[in-house]
T-cell receptor, first 111, second 113 residues
Framework: GDSVTQMEGPVTLSEEAFLTINCTYT??????LFWYVQYPGEGLQLLLK?????DKGSNKGFEATYRKETTSFHLEKGSVQVSDSAVYFC??????????FGTGTRLKVLA | DVKVTQSSRYLVKRTGEKVFLECVQD?????MFWYRQDPGLGLRLIYF???????EKGDIPEGYSVSREKKERFSLILESASTNQTSMYLC????????????FGPGTRLTVL
C-alpha cells in the first residue's frame, strides 16, 4: 500500500543554518504531496503542498519539490529561526479521501 | 479562516468509561476525520466521514465508533475506554477534491487510568 517515510529526528540546528528534512513516498498513482507543521501544544497546519511532478510548494521560506523520478518531497529552508522549532509531517493523498502521514520529524533550533 | 474546534484539550477518564470527543468545523466541509497521534507512529486514521450519517473505517477503528448527525459536527466515541487508548486525538476537516487541504483542530490529549 501507499506509504510515507521521513527521516528520524530530532534534528537540532543553530539559528540561520540550512535545513533539509527528507521525505520519500510509495504510491501506485499520482498523489498530491504535503508538508504539515505542528507547533507545541497545537494541531497540525498546512505548510505547503504540490499536486504534480516538478511542482514546487513554498511558504514562509520553506520549499519542497515534487520529484517523481526519486519519489521524494524533501523540505528545505535556507536559514532557520528559533520560531521554526516544531514537528514536521510529510503526507500524501491519493484517491478521494485518505491521507497517509509520515511519523514526523522534530526540529529544534537553538539561538 | 477555517476553524476546527475540539471539545476538550485535556481529558482524564477511567478504564471502562464511555468517552465522547466532539469536533466542530465552521467551513461547511463535506469530509471530517479522526486521527490518533502517538510518538514514533505519526498520525493514524481511526474513522472518517464524507457526508452526514456516512462513515468509513480508517486503519485502526477497533474500540472506537463515530457519529455525524450534522454536517459541522463529528464525534468520536470510546465505548469502553482502555489504557491503550491513552493518546492525542486530532480531528480534521476538508472540502474534498484535489488537492484537498486538511484543517486540524488543536487536539485532545486523553489519559485513561
Amino acid at each position: 500500500g501507499d506509504s510515507v517515510t521521513q527521516m528520524e529526528g530530532p534534528v537540532t540546528l543553530s539559528e540561520e543554518a540550512f535545513l533539509t528534512i527528507n521525505c520519500t513516498y510509495t504510491a501506485t498513482g499520482y498523489p498530491s504531496l504535503f508538508w504539515y507543521v505542528q507547533y507545541p501544544g497545537e494541531g497540525l497546519q498546512l505548510l505547503l503542498k504540490a499536486t504534480k511532478a516538478d511542482d514546487k510548494g513554498s511558504n514562509k521560506g520553506f520549499e519542497a519539490t515534487y520529484r517523481k523520478e526519486t519519489t521524494s518531497f524533501h523540505l528545505e529552508k535556507g536559514s532557520v529561526q528559533v520560531s521554526d522549532s516544531a514537528v514536521y509531517f510529510c503526507a500524501l493523498k491519493e484517491g478521494t479521501y485518505k491521507y497517509i502521514f509520515g511519523t514526523g520529524t522534530r526540529l529544534k533550533v537553538l539561538a | 479562516d477555517v476553524k476546527v474546534t475540539q471539545s476538550s484539550r485535556y481529558l482524564v477518564k477511567r478504564t471502562g468509561e464511555k468517552v465522547f470527543l466532539e469536533c466542530v468545523q465552521d467551513m461547511d466541509h463535506e469530509n471530517m476525520f479522526w486521527y490518533r497521534q502517538d510518538p514514533g507512529l505519526g498520525l493514524r486514521l481511526i474513522y472518517f466521514s464524507y457526508d452526514v450519517k456516512m462513515k468509513e473505517k480508517g486503519d485502526i477503528p477497533e474500540g472506537y465508533s463515530v457519529s455525524r448527525e450534522k454536517k459541522e459536527r463529528f464525534s468520536l466515541i470510546l465505548e469502553s475506554a482502555s489504557t491503550n487508548q491513552t493518546s492525542m486525538y486530532l480531528c480534521a476537516s476538508g472540502r474534498g477534491g484535489r488537492p484537498d487541504t486538511q484543517y486540524f483542530g488543536p487536539g485532545t490529549r486523553l489519559t485513561v487510568l
